[in-house]
């Protein structure tokens, strides 16, 4: 089975900090997503990645960054963490196979104080 | 991007079968429709996918629509475990942007 690993289940962290959210998968998949999850607002995409080094912006990207320097890891970055930024954040991967689904990770739980 | 609707919220005796339906009329012909669901606590799970004919698979059935404007999922028999959030997503790999765009779901409770 794929596993997708975020580094923290739970993480709080100040107001201007800088955060780093880590994820792993185990399965060569080229393609690597970060989202968020807020309640009565679904999943929204922040990043994506479909190669290392490659990033795409999804639909929120103002006030963070992400990096990919190996197949297996992409990091989300908050790189001046607000208030606004407490919420659930879920990493995932997939192949480039249009046939097959998007693996979860189980997702950081940040709270910004 | 296409849309999807879901009931809120639906209950389920355990054991029973389960009809969870998406309605999806905006849908174009290269949409696939995914189900995935989301435990408390955890990452959404996929479920199932299909583009046009039903599909089954060990943990549920899709049945997709003639026209592909609505979709049902169908948990065969409800255990305690399938209690969960249930997304309907359409995604559209011919845009290259590789993404889904996920609803509020159907709250799924099961009682025993």
């Known amino acids: 089975d794929v596993k997708v690993t975020q580094s923290s289940r739970y993480l709080v962290k100040r107001t201007g900090e800088k955060v780093f959210l880590e994820c792993v998968q185990d399965m060569d998949h080229e393609n690597m997503f970060w989202y968020r999850q807020d309640p009565g607002l679904g999943l929204r995409l922040i990043y994506f990645s479909y190669d290392v080094k490659m990033k795409e912006k999804g639909d929120i990207p103002e006030g963070y960054s992400v990096s990919r320097e190996k197949k297996e890891r992409f990091s989300l970055i908050l790189e001046s963490a607000s208030t606004n930024q407490t919420s659930m954040y879920l990493c995932?991967?997939?192949?480039?196979?249009?046939?097959?689904?998007?693996?979860f990770g189980d997702g950081t739980r940040l709270s910004i104080l | 991007d296409a849309k999807t609707t879901q009931p809120n919220s639906m209950e389920s005796n355990e054991e029973e079968p389960v009809h969870l339906p998406c309605n999806h009329s905006t849908i174009s012909g290269t949409d696939y429709i995914h189900w995935y669901r989301q435990l408390p606590s955890q990452g959404p799970e996929y479920v199932i996918h299909?583009?046009?004919s039903n599909v089954n698979n060990r943990m549920a059935s899709l049945a997709i629509a003639e026209d592909r404007k609505s979709s049902t999922l169908i948990l065969h028999r409800a255990t305690l475990r399938d209690a969960a959030v249930y997304y309907c997503i359409l995604r559209d790999d011919t845009s290259g942007t590789y993404k889904y765009i996920f609803g509020t779901g159907t709250r799924l409770k099961v009682l025993a």
């Open positions: 995932a991967s997939r192949s480039t196979d249009s046939n097959q689904p998007q693996h």
């Open positions: 299909g583009l046009t």
